[in-house]
C-alpha cells in the first residue's frame, strides 16, 4: 500500500507540474492569503481524487468534458473580471490594491475553480488509470497528497513573487489571467487541434489588448489626477 501511495504521488506531482490547476494556484496566491489557497485546494482535491480513484475508471469517458469546461471557462472570467474591477474601482492615484475578499468567500471561489478545472483533467485520468490496477484508498490518498503538494509549491512561488511586487499590479495581474485560463480552458476543448502552445497563443490575444489598454489608461489618468492635487494645493 505504501509503495501505491508513493507512485500515485509521484505521477500526479509531476502531472501537476506546469498544468493549468498549479498555475491557477500561483494566481490565487497572489491575490488571497496563502492558507486559504491551500485550504481550498485540498478540499478539491480530496473531492476530485475520490471520484476518480473510486468511479473514474468507470466513467471517466462518460463526463461531459465540453460542458465541464464551458462551466470551468465561465467561473475563471467571473473571478478574473470581479478582480479586475476590484483592482482598477479604488483611487487612481493609490497604488495599493482594494481589500481582497473574505476568507469565506475566496474559499469557495478556489474550491470551486479547482474542482471544475480538475474534472476530466489529464490527473484525473491518471488517477483513474493507477486505480484500475492498484488499492483505490492507496491511490486516493497518494493522488490527494501529490497535488496539494503541487499547489503548495505553486503558492510559495507566487507569494515570493508578491513580495517584489505592487499590491494593485498584482490584482491587476490575476485579474488578467484568469481570463487567459478561461480562453485556454475553452479552446482546449473546442479545438485540441490547435495544440497546447496555439491555444496559449490564442488565448493570450484578449488579456494582452486588455492589459495594454489598462496601461494606457492609467497612464493618462495619473496626470490628470497629480494635476488636480497640485491645483488644490495651490488654493
Known sequence: MIATILLSFGVLFL???????????????????????LAGISVASVAVNLIAAGVGHFLGTALP???IAVITALTLLVVGLWTL????????DSDEAPEPPSARNAFLV??????????GDRTMFAAAALASNNNWLAVWI???????????????VGKFAGKHLPERGIAIASGLLFLFFAG?????????????????????????????GVAVWRTRAKPAVHGDE???TAR
Open 110 to 119: 478556489v474550491i470551486s475553480a479547482f474542482t471544475l478545472a480538475e474534472l
Open 230 to 232: 497640485l491645483a488644490e
Open 85 to 92: 474591477h476590484d483592482a482598477l474601482s479604488s483611487d487612481s
Open 184 to 212: 485556454k480552458t475553452v479552446l482546449d476543448a473546442f479545438a485540441p487541434q490547435l495544440g497546447g502552445w496555439g491555444s496559449a497563443v490564442l488565448a493570450l490575444i484578449a488579456p494582452a489588448l486588455l492589459g495594454l
Open 65 to 67: 468534458a465540453n460542458a
Open 142 to 156: 497518494g493522488s490527494v497528497a501529490g497535488m496539494v503538494a503541487a499547489g503548495g509549491l505553486a503558492i510559495l
Open 15 to 37: 502531472a501537476e507540474l506546469g498544468d493549468k490547476s498549479q498555475l491557477m494556484a500561483l494566481t490565487f496566491s497572489l491575490r488571497y492569503r496563502w492558507w486559504v489557497v
